[in-house]
């Protein structure tokens, strides 16, 4: 079967129209493109976050980068501000080493990226004790973390039309793993699955709080996708599926914090 094509049905960029002579071209120039799937990020901004985004949002935003379009902002008595809805459209878990954050500015963010259940590193991130290990020849200490990494598509939202990327790890990891729970009990294609993303504030055992994500079943809309929205969905699902298979897609992941933020620390369950 020939895999359909959905360029022309994707329009929208980072919420920008196309003009209307352009709406029925193809789409040209961007062949080589496809070997770097980079899809924009979703982001919550947060009180330690660099000064750059502090003076143009206030923490508890979310945001799509690398535009910065709002998609909601933290309201601590109106929930429909601080929510969106969202279709997850493929899902992949992915394991990471990371640098200190006193290394940033001299050494890249991660020192080793893989998708590999098999890896080494895939025990060690699971594991409490395990997880931090002296860089050697150093006194920093390397920290081996698990992601959880969603490809959604908002709804309901001026936004929509544009697949970006939601991930969880170390302290938000817990939020991510109920939110594969959520979909489980679908019993439903997860590209059919519609959900509410809603803003919150997070705590770890040590008491330090963070803006986060907890995913929850819609209160203002269907939990499923609309019969016309359905085959486009499918079609987008199993582009990423072979972007994933083929090591083209890769998530965002760098990190816009001046100190070490609470949310970086292990994840708060480690029941995994």
Known sequence: ????????????????ELPDFMKDEEIL??????????????????????????????????????????????????AET??????????YV?????????????????????????????????????????????????????IMNYIVMLVDHELEGTPASLSFSKGEWFAGSKFAGLIKMRKAPLFGCAFTANICVHKNNNGQSWFG?????????TPFVEKEQYGLFKSLHLEFED?????????????DTKNDDPAETSAVSDEF
């Not at 079967?1 to 920008?16: F, N, P, Q, R, Y």
């Not at 990371?98 to 890896?119: C, H, V, W």
């Not at 994500?213 to 809309?221: F, L």
């Open 1 to 16: 079967m020939t895999k359909k094509d959905t360029s022309l049905e994707v329009k929208k960029i980072g919420g920008i």
């Open 29 to 78: 120039g961007t062949d080589a493109l496809a070997e770097f799937v980079v899809p924009p990020r979703i982001k919550v901004v947060q009180k330690n976050s660099e000064d750059e985004l502090l003076a143009y949002f206030k923490p508890g935003t979310v945001i799509l980068t690398p535009a910065n379009s709002v998609i909601a902002e933290y309201a601590k008595d109106d």
């Open 82 to 91: 601080s929510s969106f809805n969202f279709v997850p459209l493929y899902f």
């Open 94 to 146: 992915e394991w990471a080493t990371q640098n200190p954050i006193a290394l940033k500015g001299q050494e890249p963010m991660f020192r080793y990226r893989t998708t590999d259940p098999s890896d080494p590193i895939v025990a060690k991130a699971r594991n409490k004790d395990l997880r931090e290990e002296i860089i050697p020849g150093t006194d920093y200490k390397m920290r081996h973390v698990e």
């Open 213 to 221: 994500i907890d995913i929850s079943n819609p209160s203002n809309r």
């Open 243 to 255: 972007h994933h298979k083929n090591s083209r897609l890769k998530t965002d992941l760098s990190d």
